[in-house]
């Protein structure tokens, strides 16, 4: 233990200098985790834990430190301890307790956010304003505080609790000067470390994009903070809303939620009240890592006052906002002014649409006004903490470079059978004749009666799909999620015995199918084979998108089919489809 009556005599580096973590939540711990690679691979320097007592939301902290694998000392002990710094990312508990240079850094995108008044009770908005305007003018002023720039925050018993308090912007040196100004000569004007690792994650983007599957289509990041006033807590039904209008085949819907969500009411919870929308492909990213990755890789950000979604906007992101609680936030914080600009999605019209129109007019430096604000040293903010930091200590700087190291990739919770099968059921609408189809598939359990995506419809869900109704209305059932190999392969192995046997199990079922990349295979229940595959390259369009368009050909033709070429559209991509009829007939 490196630090105690012991730690003299049982440390192995007993004259290191001893720097204290302070854990207050999962939130805190992320964004220290950014940080703490400046001090690594010095022989120096020990770091312990502690986990501070009063946040609200301290479940998960205990945990993150166990599977991190460090030091943890009791708050009790930590604070009878001399240390030669302290790092914290909040100022909750009794931080001036702490016998240590204390820094404090923000754990979100800068300082916005007002303070609780006494009573609790600020009004939230109706979430019914206009979203098309962007022009609101900011509220009179408020007597209330700035979290983390207000003396309220920065002085306790008279004295200025942080030795070193890092800004990531000038502005936030001259709101400081107002609100605190003994608190002036401890800022250092650091840079935003969180940004700096998205920026350098943007060239690790299309990897990210692999592991959340997104392939060929456009990724659309929801972020939510945490409360009543955030995304998920004034429009929780926005996600299943926006997987029923998006079809599959041009976009991912990814989901970082606050990990003060996760954790205030319990991982198991949250993946409860987001069930239907995991099974109708949403990808959940878990409250440690993932979001920082999911803003560099996505092509839109829907969110709410949250510093996920002014990450995304700084980065040049079509951002649009699902609710933003302006009465929260101070006035002249650029969060607040970022709320003022971006366009908020309405409840009266088309998700899809409004999506499309506001990103056709969007441009990268949209958003530069505020979002300029988050950092004036980007991709600099590592060197000027290990300079500070390593003068709190009283030691020279390391000799070696500061990394800045990216994003990890984001890994996404999995639903496994039997609760979901190989494949999402899908309504799908294939219009056309014989010559030309266009093909559009949504999640059939999102998709309602209503929907204009019910035009002439048929439903395609997976051989092993647990859900009975939807293995019983499937159309078109899919046989192998594995897929199979190609005809050329060295050791072929028959498909089509297995397409066979789906007729006799599934009498509902009027397509059997299977799939290779570029290729699929289609038995009917009129005991006929075709062979369907691409003329040209694919595009990356799912092979199974050319039984539906070969549904729509059957349907048209109502006859003997011969070989034929057939273009199939899928969102923006088109190919030409082979219709080759196979000469032995399905059993």
Not at 194 to 207: P, V
Not at 245 to 258: I, K, N, S, T
Not at 281 to 291: D, E, I
Not at 479 to 486: D, H, L, Q, R, T
Request: a negative charge; proline letters at 7%; aromatic letters at 6%.
């Amino acid at each position: 233990m490196p630090i105690g009556e012991a730690s003299g005599s049982w440390s192995t580096l007993p004259d290191c200098r001893r720097v204290l973590v302070v854990a207050h939540t999962v939130t805190s711990m992320t964004r220290l985790l950014d940080i703490l690679p400046l001090l690594e691979s010095d022989p120096r320097i020990q770091i312990v834990f502690t986990r501070a007592r009063t946040s609200n939301f301290r479940e998960g902290v205990t945990e993150y430190l166990n599977d991190l694998g460090v030091v943890v000392a009791p708050w009790e002990q930590a604070i009878e301890e001399e240390f030669d710094l302290a790092i914290s990312a909040s100022f909750g508990d009794d931080m001036h307790a702490i016998k240590a240079p204390l820094a404090v850094v923000s754990h979100g995108a800068g300082y916005n956010k007002l303070m609780e008044t006494e009573t609790g009770n600020r009004k939230p908005e109706t979430g019914n304003r206009k979203p098309e305007t962007g022009n609101r003018k900011p509220e009179t002023a408020t007597p209330q505080g700035v979290f983390g720039l207000s003396s309220a925050t920065l002085i306790r018993n008279g004295q200025l609790v942080p030795s070193m308090l890092v800004l990531s912007h000038p502005e936030q040196l001259d709101r400081l000067r107002e609100a605190c100004p003994q608190a002036v000569d401890a800022a250092v004007v650091a840079g935003d470390p969180t940004y700096d690792r998205i920026l350098e994650g943007r060239r690790w983007r299309s990897e990210y994009r692999k592991s959340l599957d997104v392939g060929e289509r456009r990724l659309v990041l929801v972020s939510s903070t945490w409360g009543p006033s955030s995304l998920l807590g004034r429009r929780p039904e926005l996600l299943s809303e926006l997987l029923e209008e998006l079809p599959v085949d041009e976009y991912r819907v990814a989901f970082a939620a606050h990990p003060n969500t996760w954790h205030g009411h319990g991982p198991w919870q949250v993946r409860y009240w987001l069930a239907s929308c995991e099974r109708a492909g949403l990808r959940v990213l878990p409250p440690r890592h993932g979001w920082q990755a999911a803003v560099a890789a996505a092509d839109h950000i829907i969110g709410d006052h949250g510093s996920v979604t002014f990450y995304g906007a700084a980065i040049g992101t079509h951002t649009m906002l699902g609710t933003f609680p302006d009465e929260e936030l101070a006035e002249d914080s650029p969060i607040a002014e970022f709320g003022r600009t971006a366009r908020r999605l309405t409840h009266r019209r088309s998700l899809l649409d409004q999506l499309m129109e506001d990103a056709a007019v969007h441009t990268p430096g949209r958003f530069d006004a505020s979002t300029r604000m988050l950092s004036s040293l980007p991709g600099q903010s590592g060197d000027v903490l290990r300079a500070a930091f390593y003068r709190l200590l009283g030691l020279p700087e390391p000799r070696h470079r500061v990394r800045i190291v990216p994003p990890e990739r984001p890994t996404p919770y999995v639903r496994t059978w039997p609760d979901v099968g190989g494949l999402v059921p899908l309504v799908v609408s294939a219009e056309g004749d014989d010559m030309e189809v266009r093909v559009e598939r949504r999640p059939a359990a999102l998709v309602s009666g209503g929907h204009r995506v019910l035009q002439r419809p048929h439903v395609v869900a997976s051989a092993d799909e647990p859900d009975s109704h939807w293995l019983d209305s499937a159309d078109i059932l899919v046989c192998g999620a594995g897929g199979y190999e190609p005809r050329h392969h060295d050791n072929p192995v028959d498909p089509w015995e297995r397409i066979s046997r789906v007729f006799s199990a599934h009498p509902n079922a009027r397509f059997a199918v299977m799939t290779a990349p570029g290729e699929c295979l289609v038995a009917t229940r009129g005991n006929k084979r075709y062979r369907l595959s691409s003329e040209t390259d694919s595009g990356g369009i799912d092979p199974l998108v050319f039984a539906s368009a070969f549904w729509r050909v059957h349907t048209h033709l109502r006859g003997e089919i011969v070989s034929s070429s057939v273009k199939v559209g899928v969102g923006q991509h088109q190919v030409v489809m082979r219709v080759v009829p196979e000469t032995r007939e399905a059993t």
